[in-house]
């Protein structure tokens, strides 16, 4: 009875997970993913690379009030941008030609550059002078159409003035990312089909892509390319769950810093620190809002997942989960073992108290130990829940059997002996257990029927 009231148990979780659409039935495993999130928050995390610079456009750069009317005034390139935001496109191409000539070694910008803009041929002229060292986004949008409620998907490239080829181009990059269902971004798409598109807007799992096919790379996947790392980019249409690095890493450094030249010279160098660096471009300002909940912050700075996209390419931090198979195998496990305790471990409740909480808090510590040896996500919170209502429920059925097997015997007892007798036999067994184990007395029994 016990087996079968354990198979029951582990049978409720998964037909949980069969029939999420029930009310309560997917609560346990939605908790799933909320503890991988806690895992990835407080458990390893990507390092940190000293070698990524991040450059926010924030509020600062945008009104330049800490910056002196005589600087402004001999800048041409802060005159430009003392004008109203977005600011003509020869900042950018001034940027660029500082960077690279401090040695910097990639420059990315999550930005886009659609729309005619004032400078766009000095643009142009960098992003040519310096192919091999620039990358710039630009956008897939996505939108319901009022006709059909279907769900499309529309290219937005850089204007041709910047670069005709468009998303070709290898110094195109988009910088869409796609959240998973709870809106909380866990995965990246480095590369992409048209149909592969479309698959991951409908929310099916993408076909591999076809040789005809032509493959779109994300922000981060170009700079990879540039870097000399393109065979660690994933194949066109896996969804890699990463390791994120920590949430204080690549703290922005003003735009506009650059430009100051007392600035330039304390805080950067005169150019030296970016020698060999990579530098972001992106926005930093609270008015933008381009952030996004991840699992370790709900404000994640969107210019940010690009880097940590980066990073877990570098150091191969790509999260796994174990299979149906293995989970199916755990979910039998636990079922077992929580029968296991019950039927053969006859102990006291306060032994078996420590039982419980060392085979719980062993297989938490498995669950971490697998998440920061081997980036794979062991099934957890199901496992436990089939282990401890398997060993609660055939506990309670045990209890119940055992207090009705002494209720029959206190029953039996009470028509031969004193009632007071039976009570204390019954109710302090371990007394007369204690006192009388391996010892043999002489006893004399009168039996008299008076």
């Given amino acids: 009875m016990l087996a079968l009231i354990c198979a029951f148990?582990?049978?409720?979780?998964?037909?949980?997970?069969?029939?999420?659409?029930?009310?309560?039935?997917?609560?346990?495993?939605?908790?799933?993913?909320?503890?991988?999130?806690?895992?990835?928050?407080?458990?390893?995390?990507?390092?940190?690379?000293?070698?990524?610079?991040?450059?926010?456009?924030?509020?600062?750069?945008?009104?330049?009030?800490g910056v002196n009317p005589e600087e402004i005034r001999d800048s041409p390139v802060l005159r430009k941008m003392r004008q109203a935001f977005p600011w003509s496109r020869a900042v950018?191409?001034?940027?660029?030609?500082?960077?690279?000539?401090?040695?910097?070694?990639?420059?990315?910008?999550?930005?886009?550059?659609?729309?005619?803009?004032?400078?766009?041929?000095?643009?142009?002229?960098?992003?040519?002078?310096?192919?091999?060292?620039?990358?710039?986004?630009?956008?897939?949008?996505?939108?319901?159409?009022?006709?059909?409620?279907?769900?499309?998907?529309?290219?937005?490239?850089?204007?041709?003035?910047?670069?005709?080829?468009?998303?070709?181009?290898?110094?195109?990059?988009?910088?869409?990312?796609?959240?998973?269902?709870?809106?909380?971004?866990?995965?990246?798409?480095?590369?992409?089909?048209?149909?592969?598109?479309?698959?991951?807007?409908?929310?099916?799992?993408?076909?591999?892509?076809?040789?005809?096919?032509?493959?779109?790379?994300?922000?981060?996947?170009?700079?990879?390319?540039?870097?000399?790392?393109?065979?660690?980019?994933?194949?066109?249409?896996?969804?890699?769950?990463?390791?994120?690095?920590?949430?204080?890493a690549y703290q922005p450094r003003s735009f506009f810093e650059i430009f100051v030249p007392v600035l330039w010279e304390r805080n950067f160098g005169s150019g030296s620190f970016f020698k060999d660096k990579i530098v972001l471009i992106g926005a930093a300002s609270a008015i933008a809002h381009d952030v996004h909940p991840t699992p370790i912050s709900d404000t994640t700075s969107g210019p940010l997942?690009?880097?940590?996209?980066?990073?877990?390419?570098?150091?191969?931090?790509?999260?796994?989960?174990?299979?149906?198979l293995?989970?199916?195998?755990?979910?039998?496990?636990?079922?077992?073992?929580?029968?296991?305790?019950?039927?053969?471990?006859?102990?006291?409740m306060l032994a078996l108290s420590l039982v419980l909480i060392t085979i719980n808090a062993g297989y938490l510590g498995a669950s971490v130990f697998f998440y920061d040896t081997r980036n794979l996500f062991i099934l957890t919170l199901p496992v436990l829940a089939a282990f401890d209502l398997s060993w609660f429920f055939s506990f309670l059925y045990d209890f119940i059997l055992e207090r009705l097997e002494k209720l029959r015997t206190r029953r039996t007892l009470e028509r031969y002996v004193s009632k007071n007798l039976v009570k204390e036999i019954l109710d302090n067994p371990d007394s007369f257990y204690s006192s009388l184990r391996g010892v043999r007395i002489p006893a004399t029994i009168l039996f008299s029927d008076i």
């Avoid at 309560?24 to 990507?46: M, P």
Wanted: one cysteine or more.
């Fill in 9 to 65: 148990c582990t049978g409720v979780i998964v037909l949980a997970a069969m029939f999420r659409n029930i009310i309560f039935a997917d609560s346990i495993w939605a908790k799933e993913i909320t503890f991988q999130d806690e895992l990835e928050k407080k458990a390893r995390r990507t390092r940190v690379h000293d070698d990524f610079v991040f450059l926010g456009i924030d509020e600062a750069s945008k009104q330049l009030d």
């Fill in 92 to 248: 950018y191409a001034q940027l660029i030609d500082q960077l690279c000539n401090a040695g910097a070694r990639l420059i990315i910008f999550d930005l886009t550059f659609d729309p005619e803009r004032d400078g766009d041929a000095e643009f142009a002229a960098a992003l040519d002078r310096h192919h091999d060292r620039v990358v710039i986004g630009a956008d897939i949008e996505t939108g319901a159409s009022a006709a059909t409620g279907n769900t499309n998907f529309i290219f937005v490239p850089p204007n041709k003035h910047l670069i005709p080829e468009g998303f070709v181009d290898d110094r195109v990059g988009y910088v869409s990312l796609w959240p998973d269902g709870d809106n909380r971004i866990r995965r990246m798409n480095y590369a992409m089909t048209d149909s592969q598109i479309v698959k991951l807007l409908q929310g099916e799992d993408p076909n591999p892509a076809q040789p005809w096919e032509t493959i779109y790379e994300s922000l981060a996947a170009r700079g990879l390319r540039k870097l000399g790392f393109a065979s660690r980019i994933p194949p066109a249409g896996r969804s890699s769950r990463i390791r994120f690095g920590s949430d204080e």
């Fill in 305 to 324: 997942i690009h880097f940590h996209a980066m990073a877990a390419v570098l150091d191969g931090e790509f999260l796994r989960e174990t299979s149906p």
């Fill in 326 to 348: 293995t989970n199916c195998i755990l979910l039998l496990g636990a079922g077992c073992l929580a029968w296991l305790v019950v039927a053969f471990v006859r102990q006291s």
